[in-house]
């Protein structure tokens, strides 16, 4: 078995996923979606949680060894942040999505340096828009973006652009596509809606209307 059909199968064991074609759930966007993905509910589960970290830090350190520190976006990606930096023994911070409005208005918690080569952790990329702002906040404070690291991602044709275009190098343990095809594996989905849930993928914002 992959680490993507595992990390997959596990996210749907604690149904941090879930699946539902004839039934779509609608996002904050407006979007209808035949799926939902919670990771925060993995939290919950300590051997699930435990293995997802592991693979987090899998991926972190074959990919982004030069990483000196670990950036969490708030607020889901915080915790996944911060159990990586404890076991890389690397050190962490993490992001709000605007400046703290009393106190010393912070938007990044946590120390950092000019320079300083960073990693962002993230739990899900959907359109990749409010990672991307993250990333901005951290390099108007100077910092070296050197890539993202996301437990699941939609793999939108226009966030893997996105990226791209911002150049940012992303690396996610599963994606949308694995989850699609262990969902018919396992009798979750039928194959006639396998193509449904594709075609969701490729035009999501229209999907449904």
């Known amino acids: 078995m992959t680490n993507e059909k595992a990390v997959a199968e596990k996210l749907l064991q604690v149904e941090a996923v879930k699946l539902s074609p004839s039934a779509p759930f609608t996002w904050a966007s407006g979007w209808k979606s035949p799926i939902y993905c919670d990771n925060r ?13 592991s693979e987090l830090c899998n991926v972190v350190f074959e990919h982004f060894p030069d990483a000196e520190a670990l950036a969490g976006v ?20 993490y992001v709000r999505p605007k400046p703290k409005e009393h106190g010393l208005g912070n938007q990044i918690e946590g120390a950092y340096s000019k320079g300083q080569r960073v990693l962002v952790i993230e739990d899900l990329i959907s359109t990749g828009k409010s ?8 390099k108007k404070a100077e910092v070296e973006i050197v890539g993202m690291v996301s437990i699941f991602t939609y793999g939108f044709d226009h966030a893997i652009k996105a990226f791209h ?36 993928s490729k035009d999501p914002a229209q999907w449904g209307r």
Request: aromatic content about 10%; glycine content about 6%; cysteine-free.
């Open 131 to 138: 990672s991307l702002q993250v990333v901005e906040v951290l």
């Open 74 to 93: 708030a607020t889901a990606g915080i915790p996944w942040g911060a159990m990586a930096a404890d076991q890389l023994k690397l050190p962490f911070m």
């Open 41 to 53: 509910k993995v939290l919950s589960f300590p051997y699930v949680r435990d293995f997802i970290k």
């Open 165 to 200: 275009e911002a150049g940012v190098v992303t690396r996610s343990l599963t994606d949308y596509a694995t989850m699609i095809e262990l969902a018919v594996e396992k009798g979750i989905v039928t194959p006639e809606n396998k193509a449904l849930l594709m075609d969701w």
